[in-house]
């Protein structure tokens, strides 16, 4: 079976571009043949970079290199950014194109916000429309794609959960860092913006710190260029006005995979306190490492808390100074979440797992006549 993805793809620093780097190796090591066709800047085993972001001929240029590969079915990975202007409506020809000439289209939606702007619900209803099958991580997805989507449509969309790597935490992580080792962590980690609300535990850190004094906080992250920028600025110069800001380090530039997994060891707690998100990539690294987890209420945070019991989700302010403060004091505590955590990628979310539930996918979508003649499969 030969899989083409069309996604964003590393060393490009993107979410989405990571986790289909984890899903096709995953695939590959169930014997999938995958190629990808991504942005201009992927790289890798079978990668074919071929498009940028604002070509007005996106659509032409994937789906032109694509169909070299004959693929039986073709994987688009979904987000609003990835695939051109007016909210990546490039996205919608390029479907057009597979379906014309009868190749099989899964779509996977990494952002489905449980209150959809109008320009997103348009671009999701045409997507579903004119792909095979939908992919969504969360159930509340699917709850709200029924208020956007007709009966019909919405039978296509199908729930994966985003998948996690089966890993052991780095060790002496903090003495690699240059962190104190008789310190407690808490981090924040992930690109700067107002979504991710990184502020909030700024300013209630004085308290933390004052309920739990040997800790100190770590934030590790940069922004995508300019954006964000005056966010960015306002929260250094919350982080350089505060009382504690001796307790309260800084970790900017690249996170390649291996500085990124040295961090997240690095945690004695990792807090979320998202706003609004639709799932979250850091939240799956932070299950695989068995670090214990505090998070919003943010359905795409607050769900997956709840399957795996690896951490806390949080309403109030004080409802997050009380969550860190119990879990840095409660070893004992801090070990069952941990152990949770790590279960839960095992039995449920692992890649192998996840790729497993993508094949199923594919086998269902390739067309293949049940008549009685003998066949050898290559495959």
Same mark, same amino acid.
């Given at each position: 079976?030969?899989?083409?993805?069309?996604?964003?793809?590393?060393?490009?620093?993107?979410?989405?571009?990571?986790?289909?780097?984890?899903?096709?190796?995953?695939?590959?090591? %169930?014997?999938?043949?995958?190629?990808?066709?991504?942005?201009?800047?992927?790289?890798?085993?079978?990668? *074919?970079?071929?498009?940028?972001?604002?070509?007005?001929?996106?659509?032409?240029?994937?789906?032109?290199?694509?169909?070299?590969?004959?693929?039986?079915?073709?994987?688009?990975?979904?987000?609003?950014?990835?695939?051109?202007?007016?909210?990546?409506?490039?996205?919608?020809?390029?479907?057009?194109?597979?379906?014309?000439?009868?190749?099989?289209?899964?779509?996977?939606?990494?952002?489905?916000?449980?209150?959809?702007?109008?320009?997103?619900?348009?671009?999701?209803?045409?997507?579903?429309?004119?792909?095979?099958?939908?992919?969504?991580?969360?159930?509340?997805?699917?709850?709200?794609?029924?208020?956007?989507?007709?009966?019909?449509?919405?039978?296509?969309?199908?729930?994966?959960?985003?998948?996690?790597?089966?890993?052991?935490?780095?060790?002496?992580?903090?003495?690699?860092?240059?962190?104190?080792?008789? %310190?407690?962590?808490?981090?924040?980690?992930?690109?700067?913006?107002?979504?991710?609300?990184?502020?909030?535990?700024?300013?209630? *850190?004085?308290?933390?710190?004052?309920?739990?004094?040997?800790?100190?906080?770590?934030?590790?992250?940069?922004?995508?260029?300019?954006?964000?920028?005056?966010?960015?600025?306002?929260?250094?110069?919350?982080?350089?006005?505060?009382?504690?800001?001796?307790?309260?380090?800084?970790?900017?530039?690249?996170?390649?995979?291996?500085? *990124?997994?040295?961090?997240?060891?690095?945690?004695?707690?990792?807090?979320?306190?998202?706003?609004?998100? @639709?799932? @979250?990539?850091?939240?799956?690294?932070?299950?695989?490492?068995?670090?214990?987890?505090?998070?919003?209420?943010?359905?795409?945070?607050?769900?997956?808390?709840?399957?795996?019991?690896?951490?806390?989700?949080?309403?109030?302010?004080?409802?997050?100074?009380?969550?860190?403060?119990?879990?840095? @004091?409660?070893?004992?505590?801090?070990?069952?979440?941990?152990?949770?955590? %790590?279960?839960?990628?095992?039995?449920?979310?692992?890649? @192998?797992?996840?790729?497993?539930?993508?094949?199923?996918?594919?086998? %269902?979508?390739?067309?293949?006549?049940?008549?009685?003649?003998?066949?050898?499969?290559?495959?």
């Amino acid at each position: 079976m030969r899989i083409g993805f069309i996604s964003s793809y590393p060393p490009i620093e993107c979410g989405v571009a990571t986790y289909t780097q984890y899903l096709t190796d995953a695939l590959r090591k %169930k014997d999938i043949d995958v190629y990808v066709v991504c942005h201009i800047g992927g790289e890798g085993h079978q990668v *074919f970079p071929s498009f940028d972001y604002e070509d007005g001929d996106l659509a032409e240029k994937a789906y032109s290199t694509m169909i070299r590969f004959t693929p039986d079915v073709v994987h688009i990975q979904h987000e609003f950014t990835l695939y051109g202007k007016h909210f990546g409506v490039n996205i919608i020809p390029l479907l057009i194109d597979f379906q014309l000439i009868g190749i099989p289209v899964v779509t996977t939606l990494h952002t489905v916000y449980p209150e959809p702007k109008r320009e997103h619900a348009i671009i999701i209803r045409s997507i579903v429309m004119n792909s095979d099958c939908v992919i969504v991580h969360e159930e509340y997805q699917v709850e709200t794609l029924k208020r956007i989507l007709s009966d019909d449509l919405i039978k296509k969309v199908c729930v994966i959960p985003h998948g996690a790597r089966e890993v052991e935490p780095v060790s002496d992580a903090k003495r690699r860092l240059g962190l104190p080792e008789d %310190k407690k962590v808490v981090l924040m980690i992930g690109y700067i913006r107002p979504s991710k609300n990184f502020d909030l535990i700024v300013r209630l *850190f004085p308290e933390i710190l004052e309920r739990y004094p040997d800790s100190i906080l770590v934030i590790a992250g940069k922004t995508r260029g300019q954006e964000y920028k005056e966010y960015r600025d306002m929260l250094l110069d919350l982080i350089a006005s505060s009382p504690v800001k001796d307790n309260i380090i800084f970790i900017r530039g690249q996170l390649p995979q291996q500085i *990124f997994d040295t961090v997240i060891s690095s945690a004695d707690v990792v807090v979320l306190p998202y706003k609004m998100t @639709s799932q @979250s990539g850091i939240l799956a690294h932070c299950l695989a490492f068995g670090r214990p987890i505090v998070v919003s209420r943010s359905p795409g945070l607050e769900n997956v808390i709840k399957e795996s019991a690896a951490g806390i989700s949080c309403e109030r302010e004080k409802d997050f100074v009380e969550a860190i403060v119990r879990i840095l @004091s409660d070893e004992g505590y801090a070990k069952r979440l941990s152990e949770n955590g %790590k279960r839960y990628v095992r039995e449920k979310i692992s890649w @192998s797992i996840v790729a497993e539930k993508h094949i199923r996918i594919y086998e %269902k979508l390739i067309n293949i006549p049940d008549v009685n003649i003998r066949i050898i499969s290559t495959e």
